[in-house]
């Protein structure tokens, strides 16, 4: 259970989403310290209006990142940034009252406290006019520029075809990695 952040008010949240002591002994994602209101700045609003923070380290890679690839005629956008522990369990909450099974939200939502995005360093991108968060990103030549050039600005993406967390595939998480 070391992989379990030891906030108390945690076990509370797990409790209250149906997320018992077994599934977190066997969860596989790494847990993820939270990025403090400090450590965050705005860079962006999402197509539905929310704010979209993310530290300032990242926030500074990702305009060059977006700058170089508007330069060779790519557009990409962040859908998502930065979540609270808070944001995250809502996700699941709003997932379990609509009544998809815990387990399967588990390979695509992360338990709160588990998620990238607490970090502000994780982004969510899309390349319009293609709908965000959808696997057919990687077929799109924003998708294909990033796996080119995304690493020469700290970028990679983090749960490819086969990764280890249990997560399924997501061509549009990429997570900045802070030299």
């Given at each position: 259970?070391?992989?379990?952040?030891?906030?108390?008010?945690?076990?509370?949240?797990?409790?209250?989403?149906g997320?018992?002591v077994?599934i977190?002994k066997?969860?596989?994602?790494p847990?993820?310290?939270q990025?403090?209101p400090?450590?965050?700045?705005?860079?962006s609003?999402a197509?539905?209006g929310?704010?979209?923070?993310?530290?300032?380290?990242t926030?500074?890679?990702?305009?060059?990142?977006q700058?170089?690839a508007?330069?060779a005629g790519?557009v990409i956008e962040?859908?998502s940034?930065f979540r609270?522990i808070?944001y995250?369990?809502?996700l699941?909450?709003?997932?379990?009252?609509?009544?998809?099974?815990l387990?399967?939200?588990?390979?695509?939502?992360?338990?709160?406290?588990?998620s990238e995005h607490?970090?502000?360093?994780?982004?969510?991108?899309?390349?319009?006019?293609?709908?965000?968060?959808?696997?057919?990103f990687?077929?799109t030549a924003?998708?294909?520029?990033?796996?080119?050039?995304?690493a020469?600005?700290?970028?990679?993406?983090?749960?490819?075809?086969?990764?280890?967390?249990?997560f399924s595939y997501?061509?549009w998480?990429?997570?900045?990695?802070?030299q």
């Amino acid at each position: 259970m070391s992989n379990i952040p030891i906030d108390p008010a945690h076990h509370d949240l797990y409790r209250s989403l149906g997320i018992g002591v077994e599934i977190l002994k066997n969860y596989s994602a790494p847990a993820q310290r939270q990025a403090s209101p400090a450590e965050l700045k705005m860079f962006s609003t999402a197509p539905d209006g929310r704010s979209l923070k993310a530290t300032h380290a990242t926030v500074k890679s990702w305009l060059d990142l977006q700058r170089s690839a508007s330069n060779a005629g790519i557009v990409i956008e962040v859908t998502s940034a930065f979540r609270s522990i808070e944001y995250q369990a809502q996700l699941i909450k709003r997932k379990l009252e609509a009544g998809t099974p815990l387990d399967t939200i588990l390979t695509v939502s992360a338990i709160p406290g588990f998620s990238e995005h607490h970090t502000g360093e994780a982004l969510d991108l899309f390349s319009p006019p293609q709908a965000p968060l959808i696997t057919e990103f990687e077929e799109t030549a924003a998708f294909e520029w990033l796996n080119q050039h995304a690493a020469n600005f700290g970028f990679s993406l983090s749960y490819p075809r086969g990764n280890t967390t249990g997560f399924s595939y997501e061509p549009w998480h990429w997570k900045f990695n802070p030299q």
